[in-house]
C-alpha cells in the first residue's frame, strides 16, 4: 500500500524558514518523480514543485521560485521542501504526492500544515 | 499562461442523478487533463488521467470526455459518497488546478 506521511509544518514568522519532510514507502519511491501541491484554507490547489527520480531536475512555479527548494532522498525514500523568506500568502496545506512523470498525481499524502504568521 | 475554469462552482443534486461537471480551458491542452475528487479534510484523490482514462479502482460510474479546450467530468448514477469538491489539473504547458465544482446532494 502507498504511504505518504507528511510532517515539520507549524506556525513560523514571515520572513523565516521552515522544512517539510515526506516519508514514503509501499512502492520504489526512487522510480518516481515526486512533488508538493498546497492548499490555502479553503481555497484550490496550487501545484508548488517537482523533482525527477534522481533529482537532477527540479521544477517550481514563478510563486516559489528562488525560495523554495524541493529535494530527495533515495536511500530513505524520503522528500523534503526547503522554504525561505515565508510570507503570509504560504500559508496552505502543504500535500507531498506521488508523480506521474512531471504531469499529474497519483497518490497524496494526508497534508501538513504551515501558518506563516507574526 | 493558460488559465483553467470550472463550472459550476456549486451543483445540487440527487441520488441517483447523472451530472456532469465542466473544465474549460483558455486554449488547446491537447487532452492532458486530470480530475481529482477531493472529500472534506482528506487530500485530493486521482480519478481520470489524459482527459478520459479511469484510474485503478475508481468506480465506472465516473467517465471524462472531451478535446481541445473543454472537458466533462459525468458522474452516472449519483451516490451519496461521491459528496466532494472536484478539481480539474492540466498538464500541458505547467500545472495548473481548476477553482473546483462542490458537489452536494439534494
Known amino acids: 500500500e502507498v504511504q505518504l506521511v507528511e510532517s515539520g509544518g507549524g506556525l513560523v514568522q514571515p520572513g523565516r524558514s521552515l522544512k517539510l519532510s515526506c516519508a514514503a514507502s509501499?512502492?520504489?519511491?526512487?522510480?518516481?518523480?515526486m512533488a508538493w501541491v498546497r492548499q490555502a484554507p479553503k481555497k484550490g490547489l496550487e501545484w508548488v514543485a517537482t523533482?525527477?527520480?534522481?533529482?537532477?531536475?527540479?521544477y517550481y512555479p514563478d510563486s516559489v521560485k528562488g525560495r523554495f527548494t524541493i529535494s530527495r532522498d533515495n536511500a530513505k525514500s524520503s522528500l523534503y521542501l526547503q522554504m525561505n523568506s515565508l510570507k503570509s500568502e504560504d500559508t496552505a496545506t502543504y500535500y507531498c504526492?506521488?508523480?506521474?512523470?512531471?504531469?499529474?498525481?497519483?497518490?497524496w499524502g494526508q497534508g501538513v500544515m504551515v501558518t506563516v504568521s507574526s | 499562461d493558460i488559465q483553467m475554469t470550472q463550472s459550476p462552482s456549486l451543483l445540487s443534486a440527487s441520488v441517483g442523478d447523472r451530472v456532469t461537471l465542466s473544465c474549460k480551458a483558455s486554449?488547446?491542452?491537447?487532452?492532458?487533463l486530470t480530475w481529482y475528487q477531493q472529500k472534506l479534510g482528506e487530500a485530493p484523490k486521482l480519478l481520470i488521467y489524459?482527459?478520459?482514462s479511469l484510474q485503478t479502482g475508481i468506480p465506472s460510474r465516473f467517465s471524462g470526455s472531451g478535446s481541445g479546450t473543454d472537458y466533462t467530468l459525468t458522474i452516472s448514477n449519483l451516490q451519496p459518497e461521491d459528496v466532494a469538491t472536484y478539481f480539474c489539473?492540466?498538464?500541458?504547458?505547467?500545472?495548473?488546478f481548476g477553482s473546483g465544482t462542490k458537489l452536494e446532494i439534494k
Open positions: 486554449q488547446s491542452i491537447y487532452n492532458s
Open positions: 509501499g512502492f520504489t519511491f526512487s522510480n518516481y518523480y
Open positions: 489524459d482527459a478520459n
Open positions: 489539473q492540466k498538464y500541458y504547458s505547467g500545472l495548473t
Open positions: 504526492a506521488r508523480g506521474m512523470g512531471a504531469d499529474y498525481f497519483d497518490y
Open positions: 523533482i525527477s527520480t534522481s533529482g537532477s531536475r527540479t
